[in-house]
Structure formats: structure tokens, C-alpha cells
């Protein structure tokens, strides 16, 4: 099934937003984000459960 995530979900005022086919590519897109778009060169545990916690189903 699908999974899509809100980045404002987790950083408030941001308003990128990613879908794919599953986590794994999700994860993908969504580093790719925060480090380009968030300066991060490394996603702390922190965040990746906050992260984790906002992935939905996507129809």
C-alpha cells in the first residue's frame, strides 16, 4: 500500500509533502528533503520516530 507524509506534520510552517509506494522509497524522498531543504546532514532517532509516527496510508 502506498504511504505518503506531511513534513509540517513534524516541522512546523513547512509545507512539502511526499507520496510512494512504500516506506522504504518514502524514507528516501523524505531524506532527501531534510537534507536539502532543512540542512540536515543526519536525521537524528528523535525525528526519525517523529517521522515514523506520521507516515499514513495513502489510497
Known sequence: MAKKFACGDVVNGCKWSATASDEGELF??????????HNMTAIPDE???KVKSKIQDSP
Do not use: L, R, V
Not at 528516501?28 to 531543504?37: G, L, R, T, V
Open 47 to 49: 525525528i526519525i520516530q
Open 28 to 37: 528516501q524522498k523524505i531524506s532527501e528533503h531534510a537534507k536539502n531543504d
